[in-house]
C-alpha cells in the first residue's frame, strides 16, 4: 500500500511566498519523522520555474546536509542569482530553525530548437512486459522490468530499471508539473540499487540495520515529455564505497527519446550496536 497519496503531493506543488523571496509549502502527509528528499526536489522545480517566467528547468543540483523534520515547519529562501536573454539560476534553500537542510541551484533556459543525437534507449521491453509493483512511496502506476525486487538479499548486479505513468489527474501543458513528479521518482530506488551486489543486505535493512540517506541529487532535463504518458527510469550504481553509494540513470518517454538524466550521493552506514 503506499504511503502516500497523489493528491496530497500534488498539494506540495502549490507554494505561498510569504514575503518577497521567501516561500512555504505543505509537506507530505505520512507517518514518517524526515521530510522526503523527492518531495524537495519537486517543490524546488516548481518555485524556480515560478521565478523565471518562460523558462523550464535545465539542470538541478541539490544538497541534503542535514534531515528536515516533518514535525516543524519550513521556508524556502529563493535568491534570483541571474536572468539574462534565455538562461537564468536560482539559488534555494529550505530552512527549520534558522538552519538549512536542504541546498539547491537551479539552472533554467527558454526552449530552443538545434541539431539533435543521443544514444539508443535501452531494450528493456514494453511496459506490458514489465511486472506491476506498488512503490510505497510513489503513488501513481510503475511496473518493474523484470520483476527486480529490491528487498529481495540476494546478491544481482547494481541495475535496476523501472516504468511509471502518472494516472487519474489532468496535468495540463505545464512543463514543470511533469519534471517535478519525474524528479520525485528518481529520489526512490538508487539507494536499493546500490545495496543489490552486497550479500545479506537490501533496502529492506534501511532503518534497520544500515542508516541510509540521500545527500546529493542532480537532474539534467533534455526534452519536453510528458509524465502521464509511460517513462522508462534506468539506472546504475557503480559503487559503494567509504560509507557512501554513487548512482545514475537516465530517464526516456515510451518512444525511447532520453527526455532526462540523474546522479545520485548517499550515506550507507551501519547502525551502531
Given at each position: 500500500m503506499t504511503a502516500v497519496d497523489l493528491a496530497g503531493l500534488l498539494r506540495c506543488l502549490e507554494p505561498t511566498e510569504t514575503t518577497p523571496?521567501?516561500?512555504?509549502?505543505?509537506?507530505?502527509?505520512?507517518?514518517?519523522?524526515?521530510?522526503?528528499g523527492g518531495q524537495l526536489l519537486a517543490q524546488t522545480i516548481i518555485l524556480a520555474t515560478a521565478t523565471a517566467a518562460g523558462r523550464t528547468i535545465r539542470s538541478l543540483g541539490c544538497l541534503f546536509p542535514r534531515e528536515g523534520s516533518l514535525a516543524k515547519p519550513f521556508s524556502f529562501e529563493i535568491e534570483s542569482s541571474h536572468t539574462g536573454r534565455t538562461f537564468a539560476t536560482r539559488r534555494i534553500s529550505a530552512e527549520q530553525d534558522g538552519r538549512p537542510f536542504f541546498l539547491a541551484q537551479a539552472s533554467l533556459h527558454v526552449p530552443e530548437g538545434g541539431p539533435e543525437h543521443q544514444e539508443p534507449a535501452p531494450n528493456l521491453g514494453d511496459p506490458a512486459d514489465a511486472e506491476p509493483e506498488d512503490m510505497t512511496m510513489?503513488?501513481?502506476?510503475?511496473?518493474?522490468?523484470?520483476?527486480?525486487n529490491l528487498r529481495d538479499r540476494a546478491v544481482g548486479p547494481a541495475e535496476y530499471a523501472f516504468w511509471t505513468r502518472v494516472g487519474g489527474v489532468d496535468l495540463d501543458d505545464k512543463p514543470a508539473y511533469h519534471q517535478a513528479l519525474l524528479a520525485y521518482a528518481t529520489d526512490l530506488t538508487v539507494i536499493g540499487t546500490a545495496l543489490r551486489p552486497l550479500e545479506g543486505i537490501s533496502q529492506a535493512d534501511a532503518g534497520e540495520t544500515l542508516h541510509t540517506a540521500v545527500t546529493g541529487h542532480s537532474i539534467w532535463f533534455h526534452r519536453p515529455f510528458r509524465i502521464d504518458d509511460w517513462c522508462l527510469i534506468s539506472q546504475r550504481a557503480p559503487a559503494v564505497a567509504g560509507a557512501r553509494a554513487f548512482g545514475y540513470g537516465n530517464a526516456f518517454d515510451k518512444d525511447g527519446m532520453l527526455v532526462a538524466s540523474f546522479a545520485q550521493e548517499s550515506m550507507i552506514r551501519p547502525v551502531a550496536a
Open positions: 523571496g521567501s516561500w512555504t509549502a505543505p509537506n507530505l502527509p505520512m507517518d514518517y519523522h524526515r521530510i522526503f510513489i503513488p501513481w502506476e510503475t511496473r518493474v522490468v523484470g520483476a527486480v
